[in-house]
């Protein structure tokens, strides 16, 4: 499993490919591609990368999906024995993002489920013994 861990508006994330995550609202339009080059730390199949601050060479390329909003929040305060009470709510601008690919170094690393979904494939050894029982059926 290959996941990294980057710095975008403010805060780190733990990212992952083919998953989303919502950040604090970017300048950058929908269905547009984005690079995050603020790459903290990245783990791919047990080699782990560590920056000092940064990872040298490592990007995350994501697409932006959509833009929206938080679940609002009310802030409360209040002032005992004064009758003094003040409720205000908020809505954080937010930008979702899917996370396409983790570059280190300019390549992309292998995901490791794709590999095992290709070894997973019939190969011409396997087909061999089906091949021959049919031919002795034959027979």
Known sequence: MTYAIVETSGTQLRVEPGRFYDVNRLDVAEDE???LDRV???ENDGEITV?????????VEAT?????RARKIIVYKMQPK???????GH????????IDAIHVGGAAPVDQHKAS????????AAAEP??????????
Do not use: C, I, N, Y
């Open 117 to 124: 979904v290709k070894s997973a494939e019939p190969t011409d």
């Open 51 to 59: 920056g000092q601050p940064l990872v040298e060479g490592a990007t």
């Open 33 to 35: 591609k984005v690079t």
């Open 40 to 42: 903290l730390f990245v």
């Open 82 to 88: 004064k009758k003094t009470r003040k409720k205000q």
């Open 91 to 98: 809505r954080q601008d937010l930008t979702r993002l899917m």
């Open 130 to 139: 089906a091949a021959a029982a049919a031919d002795d059926a034959e027979a």
């Open 64 to 68: 932006v999906m959509r833009h929206l």
